[in-house]
């Protein structure tokens, strides 16, 4: 799914007005029939919570007051409040007024002393602005915007949360609606992706309003959300003459003393995510681990007890993978310094690996081109340096992939693939309960056996982290977040790759 910036959306929505030959009004009536049928999946009228509608001057505003008209006609008890302004309202704002049906009370807010009660029970819709924001809220409405936060009212965000940019930074003192859901058209807004807007847009959903088709697969962008079906496309079926070998064989170079548990972890998920075969390259402390618990990967062992020192033959792999517990001793350094002079083989690194990349600027050169990193944002900085925001974050990840002409996995809540292109993937699949120890070792493994499999490194990472993903919200249905362990992440990727594998494209859905 192609994530557009608010200038394109105003486009997109021109575009498909005028080529379904509707008018703007009659696209908004769409829209807000979209929200209508969310809003009452989860907001019964039947609670009696008095819903409190916000309304600017624009076609957000415009929206509220469609939103109110509709509810009202659904037994709702609306209520809803205008913000005066000195500028002039939008064309379909004002025909929204005209059709809001008179029993609806409603008021106009000048100033701080107009502001209603909210009651703890109420719905506060925010339809104050949308995608025409284009300057930080000032004077009066920070009040407004403050004065809702403050309430313990549940509030719902129409298509954005007032006062967020949706695809540039805010200042650190912006005042910004916070949200306990956004409800948006069409598309996510590139602001729902990053991690310091959480607060903002709360728990987010999309609906679709049927805009243009066309519009938007040629509408440039470079930022994408790997919906379903883009995963679904990618992974291919395993043919009926294949052998261990048409899967690849992986090496994964891992563990140290005390950490062989990411060694287990990270070669149990290679081994459940398709690869052929599995060698573990440990040192020589992990043997028994390994044979014991992983009995279907081949065991070969560094002569150190504790670490690996020494780089083992590695001329016969389709895929390396790299840094799960890996540890950074200095004859570990040598090691990893010469995989990456030496390698012929795709490289998936992680952890300590790309710890030890970090303090040594020639490492940094020498990583092979279209290696995969799978860095954590702490891991992440250390190689690329501090990021002042979000955005800022973006674009050191872009500066990185195209410097080396690797692929980034930064990890996070919707991890971001950054790729030596210029174009960002993110996640939509897991949950919060993955942030716990070992969850990063299963992705590598997962990557690791898909690189091994031939897939590319951008398909790599795209099935990868839905996968992965998937494998996490599978197991939160079973036990919720606080249990979740990475062991049954991996016990539960096959579930995760038959649900890819019966996704439907015509009915587009699982
Ligand atoms: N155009 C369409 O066909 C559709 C638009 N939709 C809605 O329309 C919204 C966008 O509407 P608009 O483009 O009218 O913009 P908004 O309603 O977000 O903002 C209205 C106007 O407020 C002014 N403004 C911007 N920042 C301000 C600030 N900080 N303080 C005071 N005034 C400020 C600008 O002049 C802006 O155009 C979307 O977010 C969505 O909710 C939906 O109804 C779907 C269809
Ligand atoms: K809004």
Not at 280 to 306: H, N, R, W
Not at 357 to 371: A, T, V
Not at 401 to 423: D, F, N, R
Not at 460 to 470: E, P
């Amino acid at each position: 799914m192609k994530i557009l910036t608010a200038a394109q959306t105003r486009l997109a929505d021109a575009y498909t007005a005028e080529q379904e030959n509707i008018t703007s009004l009659e696209l908004m009536e769409r829209a807000v029939k979209a929200f209508l049928a969310w809003f009452e999946d989860k907001f019964t009228s039947k609670t009696g919570r008095p819903v409190l509608i916000f309304c600017g001057p624009g076609n957000n505003g415009g929206d509220g007051l469609a939103i109110a008209r509709l509810l009202h006609q659904h037994n709702y008890n609306v209520q809803v409040f205008i913000l005066s302004t000195n500028g002039s309202y939008a064309p379909d704002f004002k025909a929204n007024l005209n059709r809001l049906p008179e029993e609806i009370v409603r008021k106009h807010l000048q100033q701080a002393s107009d502001f209603p009660e909210i009651p703890a029970n109420a719905l506060v819709l925010d339809t104050l602005f949308g995608t025409g924001l284009n300057r930080p809220l000032s004077g009066f409405i920070t009040d407004l915007v403050q004065y809702i936060n403050q309430s313990l009212a549940t509030v719902i965000a129409v298509d954005m949360p007032t006062g967020l940019f949706a695809d540039a930074p805010n200042a650190p003192e912006d005042i910004i609606i916070e949200a306990d859901f956004t409800l948006s058209f069409e598309l996510p807004k590139l602001a729902f992706l990053l991690p310091s807007k959480a607060l903002y847009v709360g728990e987010w959903t999309v609906v679709p309003i049927g805009l243009s088709v066309k519009f938007i697969s040629q509408a440039p962008s470079s930022y994408f959300y790997i919906s379903p079906d883009v995963a679904a496309a990618i992974l291919k079926p395993r043919p009926k003459y294949g052998h261990k070998g048409s899967f690849g064989h992986a090496l994964l170079i891992s563990g140290s003393y005390g950490k062989m548990g990411a060694t287990v972890l990270s070669s149990r998920a290679c081994l459940r995510s398709g690869v052929g075969l599995l060698t573990v390259y440990c040192p020589s402390a992990g043997y028994f681990i390994l044979q014991t618990a992983v009995p279907e990967a081949m065991t070969v062992t560094d002569p150190k007890e504790q670490y690996t020192s020494q780089l083992p033959d590695i001329s016969t792999y389709n895929a390396i993978g790299i840094g799960p517990g890996l540890g950074k001793a200095s004859a570990t350094h040598q090691l990893v310094k010469q995989l990456l002079e030496t390698t012929k083989a795709p490289l998936v690194i992680d952890a300590d690996a790309l710890n030890i990349i970090s303090e040594d600027e020639n490492l940094k050169k020498s990583i092979p081109p279209d290696s995969i990193l799978t860095p954590h944002p702490k891991e992440f900085e250390r190689l690329a340096g501090i990021a002042q925001n979000d955005y800022h974050r973006l674009e050191l990840l872009k500066e990185f992939c195209q410097e080396h002409s690797c692929y980034v996995v930064l990890k996070g809540a919707h991890t971001c693939i950054g790729t030596p292109v210029g174009t960002f993937y993110f996640n939509s699949t897991g949950n919060p309960g993955m942030a716990t120890g070992g969850t990063g070792d299963v992705l590598t493994g997962i990557i690791t056996a898909l690189v091994a499999q031939h897939y590319s490194p951008l398909e790599s990472c795209i099935v990868g982290v839905y996968l992965h993903g998937l494998a996490g919200d599978l197991v939160k249905a079973e036990i919720g977040e606080q249990a979740l362990l990475a062991s049954d992440m991996v016990s539960y990727l096959g579930k995760a790759f038959l649900e890819v594998q019966s996704y439907d494209h015509k009915k587009k859905k699982f």
